[in-house]
């Protein structure tokens, strides 16, 4: 691992314990994009993930919106790293965050004027995301460029993919559609509960129950197979 | 052999009540008022009652293996579950929505909390409130009483095809050619049009109305007799009755031809079955004296503000449920006082 602490410029502040580059790797990207799934393993950004996720095309605009804001703040963010004076790196972060929502904002607005209505406030309220805030405090303030880009990818497309998973259910349940387009006859019967604020939490509910599920699982078959070479020694 | 005496403490004589006991004696409490929904609604009602009673039985015994809980299907509580549901639906409710209800309240209301004990909420009504969200359409489509022909036709809405929408019923009951029926149940007629039903038909239950909510007679005489086999807390219908009644009663003597007498209050929905027999869950119930009394009162209050004053024409479900949650929070309240301790004081440490 390369070690580079005369990174840091700022004289008045000692390097921190983790502030140490890693190299860019498949797992850079990896990371964010499963083991370490901002809704579903780091329980973070639950506001839109509830919220805007009542069909398929808010939570992609949302999850897509929120990577495209990740992206240019981490690699921001990585860049002026050295410049940032750690005091004020907080308002420093927030000030660059708030620069590419109002960008996003503008576009979708001039994009779809319909996704922008159905999204509402959330647009502006990825300024408040913890996960955007998070990355750029624990990752693109220490990182490189590179690694910083490559990671928020695979976060924002982590938290991408946790939104559609609650949103192509909740509309499959609740219109009988996926992205707008009617898989059942028209007889079909919407579960209007799936469209409402409690379905967002049924559903994300049952997602952690199953991936939890498949951890105990997984765990209990390690522990199985280590106690058996146990016995076996 | 030697002989052994066993020495104990007392209680020397004990009752062998277990809980499939209990609770195969609640079934057979229930099972008049299922057989009075069948005879007025006829096999529509049969096959609800059966469906919501299965899916309950499987999804408890599924998620009893799943947890590795062993089987707990004997203690006869997952029966009640369905039951209870299946009363508390429409006569004419399609099948597979019948069968959503009963997974979700098993499910979600009583395995998601480790089963039968640690439920927060009564699982029928856990249920019962999902399809209320889900499919508000289908649950408030309501089937005349004692419809000719009724042990030989099923109502058409009962054989939907899964995930469809209910088979329209209206032309089916504009064939019946029933005199007087006009859509409408008890409760919104008094609601939406201020005519009250007369207090003999809503008290022998010759009305329409969820499957096994209609005969309060009925419901009062097996609820009774519940009681008098010490299976349920007689505080808590008695409270809850008590509650609908004292807070109808001022609104009712103020402007009678608006507001709904207080025997109109407790004969009519599902108020009757809801105090004898789900307000009245062991587990959901808060287990003070005092506390049931605060408990029962609190949700036949809230039945009766529901109903005058809110959106739906019953509330009785969501007041128990709300009662239920606040249910810890009032036990804790009414902790009877240690014998010896000083008011104000804390009781020493055991």
């Keep these: 691992m390369a070690e580079a602490s005369n990174q840091s410029t700022s004289t008045s502040s000692p390097a921190p314990l983790f502030d140490r580059e890693e190299p860019l790797t498949a797992d850079t990207f990896i990371r964010g994009l499963w083991e370490e799934n901002p809704v579903f393993v780091m329980m973070l950004g639950m506001c839109p993930a509830l919220a805007v996720t009542n069909s398929t095309i808010n939570a992609l605009g949302m999850g897509l919106s929120t990577t495209f804001v990740l ?42 004027l ?7 406030a959330f647009i502006q309220l990825i300024v408040v995301n913890c996960i955007i805030l998070g990355r750029a405090e624990a990752y693109a303030s220490k990182q490189r460029l590179l690694p910083t880009i490559v990671n928020s990818l695979g976060t924002g497309l982590g938290f991408t993919l946790a939104l559609l998973s609650l949103g192509t259910v909740r509309e499959l349940l609740g219109n009988g559609s996926i992205l707008g387009v009617q898989l059942f006859s028209d007889n079909f019967q919407g579960w209007v509960i799936m469209i ?17 599920w498949r951890r105990l699982r997984k765990e209990r078959r390690m522990t199985e197979q280590t106690g058996v070479i146990a016995n076996a020694v | 052999m030697p002989k052994i005496i066993e020495i104990r403490t007392s209680p020397h004589l004990k009752r062998a009540v277990s809980v499939d006991r209990i609770m195969r004696t609640v079934v057979l409490a229930l099972l008049p008022i299922a057989a009075f929904a069948v005879w007025q609604f006829g096999l529509s009602v049969l096959l609800l009652l059966l469906t919501t009673t299965g899916a309950a039985v499987a999804t408890e015994w599924f998620f009893a293996r799943a947890s590795g809980r ?50 927060v909420m009564n699982p029928a ?55 007087g029926w006009s859509g409408a149940t008890p409760l919104a007629m008094q609601k939406f049009q201020h005519i009250e039903t007369p207090i003999t ?12 909510e209609t005969s309060a007679l009925l419901i009062l005489i097996c609820g009774l007799w519940l009681a008098w086999q010490r299976m349920l807390d007689w505080r808590i219908p008695a409270s809850v009755m008590a509650g609908a009644a004292l807070t ?65 024409v019953e509330g009785v479900m969501y007041a128990i ?30």
Excluded at chain 1, 106 to 112: G, K, N, P, V
Excluded at chain 2, 157 to 168: E, G, H
Excluded at chain 2, 293 to 299: D, K, N, Q, R
Excluded at chain 2, 336 to 348: A, D, L, N
Aim: glycine share 12%; charged share 10%; with cysteine.
């Design chain 2, 321 to 350: 449920l709300l009662g239920n949650a606040i249910g810890p929070l009032i036990s804790d309240w009414t902790q009877p006082r240690v014998y010896g301790s000083v008011k104000g004081k804390q009781p020493p440490a055991h």
């Design chain 2, 248 to 312: 109808a009663l001022p609104f009712w003597l103020m402007d009678p031809s608006l507001y709904p007498s207080p025997w109109f209050v407790l004969c009519s929905g599902g108020l009757m079955l809801a105090a004898w027999f789900m307000a009245s869950d062991m587990v959901a119930s808060p287990v003070t004296a005092r506390g049931v009394i605060i408990y029962g009162l609190f949700i036949g209050v809230l039945t009766v503000v529901i109903r005058l004053f809110g959106g739906l």
């Design chain 2, 201 to 212: 038909e809503t008290f022998t239950g010759l009305i329409a109305g969820s499957a096994g």
């Design chain 1, 71 to 112: 992206i240019c703040s981490g690699a921001l963010v990585s860049w002026l790293r050295n410049w940032i004076p750690k005091q004020v790196r907080i308002a420093s972060y927030i000030v660059i965050i708030a620069t590419f929502v109002t960008v996003v904002d503008y576009l979708i607005q001039a994009i779809s």
């Design chain 1, 114 to 120: 319909e996704l922008y209505a159905a999204l509402g």
């Design chain 1, 196 to 212: 409402l604020p409690p379905g967002g939490f049924f559903v994300l509910g049952a997602w952690l129950l199953f991936f939890n």
């Design chain 2, 70 to 119: 062993g089987n707990t299907v004997a203690d006869w509580s997952a029966v009640i579950t369905g039951l209870l549901l299946g009363l508390t639906l429409p006569p004419g409710f399609p099948l597979w929505m019948a069968a959503v209800a009963a997974f979700v309240g098993i499910a979600l209301g009583k395995a998601l909390f480790g089963g039968l004990g640690y439920n």
């Design chain 2, 125 to 179: 009504l856990v249920g019962r409130a999902f399809v209320q969200a889900a499919f508000p359409v289908a649950i408030t489509t309501w089937t005349p009483a004692f419809a000719p022909g009724r042990f030989a036709e099923l109502i058409p809405s009962t054989l939907t095809l899964p995930f469809m929408q209910p088979i329209p019923v209206a032309d089916w009951i504009a064939g019946l050619n029933m005199d």
